[in-house]
């Protein structure tokens, strides 16, 4: 069985369908889905299909997209947030630099406030992070002198660089379906060599569906491609790939194992 680490239920393209797309990704192997949240008005819904869909858990935080219209989000709101049996996340928060859509400021000092959560509460954080690896790395490296927090990037796209680094921080390295594109020469070579400890995959539907479903709104259900692909290229079988990135997300994600 696989687990999608990192899908939007919610969103144009699943939502038209979602318990059509919830049913076909069970029946292709999945068997938990981590509904992701991205502004404040999106909470209570994404909270509400996981009530609803006992394979569905939730989470809550602030996309650096979308910082601009949340400067002033007070942290006991988020903090309260996280106090639902179904969230098991904070995020996904962090920083992006390609398209800033947000004040870099804004983004960082959100960023901050998700990890004193994260550390206070003890889930885990969803970093999203473009263009940004040296700030990452800083508030990172800054925060966790501070105190310890459990935390993965997701979608990882980053350098070889950067990837060693946050490893040796103790995070996790979630990978979607971009792993499988032609281009993607230097993220294969990186996905090589994670250890099988600390990795998970990912859809992020509706964006970014893998080969052979490019094109297409992307469905959980092609986590199963996105496997497939990274078994394959790191030498292993799909059991195998699927039992580690399993036995990972319940070490991590621990809430959902209570």
Not at 34 to 39: D, F, G, M, V, Y
Not at 84 to 103: C, F, K, M, Q, W
Not at 147 to 168: E, M, R
């Amino acid at each position: 069985m696989l687990i999608d680490s990192h899908c939007h239920l919610e969103y144009k393209g699943v939502i038209e369908d979602q318990q059509g797309v919830l049913e076909r990704a069970r029946a292709a192997g999945i068997d938990q889905f981590l509904n992701i949240s991205t502004k404040r008005s999106e909470w209570d819904q994404v909270v509400a299909t996981a009530m609803r869909e006992s394979d569905v858990w939730a989470s809550v935080g602030i996309h650096p997209h979308e910082a601009d219209g949340h400067a002033d989000l007070d942290i006991d709101v988020l903090r309260k947030a996280t106090d639902n049996p179904r969230v098991i996340a904070i995020g996904e928060t962090g920083l992006d630099y390609y398209y800033d859509h947000s004040d870099r400021g804004v983004q960082q000092a959100l960023f901050r406030m998700h990890i004193g959560v994260a550390r206070e509460t003890g889930l885990p954080l969803i970093i999203h992070t473009r263009d940004a690896e040296a700030d990452t790395l800083n508030i990172l490296e800054d925060e966790l002198g501070k105190g310890a927090f459990p935390a993965l990037i997701h979608c990882f796209t980053a350098s070889a660089d950067f990837g060693q680094k946050v490893l040796g921080l103790g995070l996790t390295i979630s990978l979607s379906g971009i792993v499988t594109f032609k281009n993607a020469k230097d993220l294969q070579e990186v996905a090589k060599t994670i250890p099988s400890d600390r990795l998970l995959v990912e859809t992020d539907s509706p964006f970014l569906a893998p080969v052979p479903h490019r094109g297409r709104p992307c469905e959980p259900a092609y986590v199963a491609s996105t496997a497939q692909f990274l078994a394959d290229l790191r030498g292993e079988t799909l059991e195998t790939l699927a039992a580690n990135t399993s036995q990972n997300f319940a070490r991590l994600f621990k809430k959902a194992n209570l």
